[in-house]
């Protein structure tokens, strides 16, 4: 690409003269995940608001990819991590679907233990974020798992659809708004980053409320995730409500991430906290960082329950495995077919075939204090192997997950794997955020 074709397009744009654009995303663990092209290799990135960049930080099971003008830098996120090392690197061609950048320029993060795939489940190569935002209007429709990308905004809106208009103020590259919470019975406002890569309904930071007590009464210590700089731990509890606009969101479990680990976020003036997806994904959404402003409606999911994971583990993807799988071509042949017979009767094939297929391995990662799974003795580095009778290599992530948020008292049979010896445990969900 010649450097005046560089210069004559600044960001992302809708190719081929459309006004505009429409694509589809996975909704795995509470993420947007969207398929993107980089330097001509297909890669999957986390849609990510929160972030004023583009990062690349795994290229473990896809082709080596070209980079241009590599220069050595240091970069800091969420965790209690120091700075880690990176390269930035610009004149790259990035296409998602007919939303296009010749010239775009991103972070190389090629340091393994911020790899979130082991968290998720897929392949999960980089995060993108501002950039993806910045000069069109872009709707999130998390009931059909769509994005539509439009410069007109009126494209994106039906003609009837009745949205309520809300200011957002952009802090470098960041989504802001003001919200109104109630903390017990006391409420109050909160400035938040609206952040898509953020999978609870939200985060509030009690050191910017030094004179209210933020914390419910009814709370457990958890872990809340990955960040660039290592795992984050904080509180989990129960809100009366929180109110975006004129919706108000009932009973939402949100979180309260320790000093150690948001220390970074903390030095933005005013910031209170985060509202993450497991809010967004109950609004209709249009984002117009031109006018700063989004544009929201309820959608079917807004009265649907937060639910949070009872019993008390977090598995994670540690990888595949090759698993050996017999099966009888003649029995795919019609009734009709020669078979043969041994002297007892019993029929013998001679078209026996072995499929190999590559099957996910899954670990116990952490186990929470005094939580069901602590009862029963499971422990960080157990392998599991079936929930419910299912086995866990048939099985994704998300839907073992899913399982460990159903209804408090609902039992869940588990086979583990410690030293090599397998065992099993029943574990019994308790709601200790009712």
């Known amino acids: 690409v010649s450097q005046s074709r560089y210069k004559a397009q600044q960001g992302f744009t809708i190719q081929n003269d459309r006004q505009k654009t429409t694509l589809d995303f996975k909704w795995i663990n509470n993420l947007i995940i969207i398929p993107v092209e980089m330097n001509g290799v297909k890669l999957n990135f986390v849609l990510d608001s929160g972030v004023d960049g583009t990062v690349l930080f795994s290229l473990e099971d896809a082709e080596n990819i070209e980079f241009k003008e590599l220069a050595k830098i240091k970069i800091r996120g969420i965790g209690n991590k120091e700075a880690i090392d990176a390269f930035w690197s610009k004149h790259n061609e990035m296409r998602i679907g007919d939303y296009v950048d010749l010239n775009h320029s991103i972070y190389l993060v090629l340091d393994q233990e911020i790899n979130i795939s082991t968290s998720i489940g897929v392949p999960i190569h980089g995060i993108i974020g501002y950039d993806f935002f910045k000069n069109y209007s872009v709707r999130i429709n998390y009931v059909k798992q769509t994005i539509s990308i439009a410069k ?9 659809e009745q949205f309520q208009e809300i200011p957002i103020s952009l802090i470098q590259n960041k989504p802001y708004m003001n919200i109104q919470v109630q903390f017990g019975n006391t409420k109050t406002s909160a400035f938040q980053l609206l952040d898509t890569g953020n999978t609870d309904p ?3 930071f009690q050191e910017s409320y030094p004179d209210k007590n933020c914390l419910p009464e009814q709370h457990i210590v958890d872990y809340l995730g990955k960040g660039m700089s290592g795992d984050i731990y904080g509180k989990r509890g129960r809100l009366q409500a929180l109110t975006i606009g004129d919706f108000e969101v009932k009973r939402p479990i949100v979180s309260f991430p320790d000093s150690t680990y948001v220390r970074l976020l903390l030095g933005i003036e005013k910031r209170n906290g985060s509202i993450g997806n497991e809010v967004l994904k109950r609004f209709h959404m249009i984002w117009d960082y031109p006018n700063q402003r989004v544009l929201m409606r309820p959608n079917s999911l807004f009265a649907t329950p937060f639910q949070y994971n009872m019993s008390g583990i977090e598995i994670q993807h540690q990888g595949m495995q090759w698993i050996a799988e017999e099966y009888d071509e003649d029995l795919k042949k019609s009734i009709n077919s020669q078979n ?9 094939s001679t078209n ?20 069901p799974a602590a009862q029963q003795g499971i422990k960080s580095g157990d392998r599991l192997l079936k929930v419910e009778g299912k086995e866990c290599q048939n099985m994704t992530l998300d839907q073992i997950n899913s399982l460990f948020k159903m ?6 049979d588990l086979e583990l794997e410690r030293s090599g010896k397998p065992y099993r445990v029943t574990l019994v969900l308790k709601d200790l955020l009712p």
């Not at 043969?340 to 013998?348: L, T, Y």
């Not at 026996?352 to 939580?371: A, T």
């Open 152 to 160: 007109d905004i009126q494209k994106l809106r039906r003609r009837k």
């Open 407 to 412: 209804q408090d008292g609902k039992s869940i």
């Open 202 to 204: 939200a985060w509030f």
């Open 340 to 348: 043969q017979f041994n002297n007892s009767g019993q029929r013998v």
């Open 352 to 371: 026996i075939k072995v499929n190999f297929e590559l099957k996910p391995i899954y670990y116990v990662m952490s186990v929470r204090k005094d939580s």
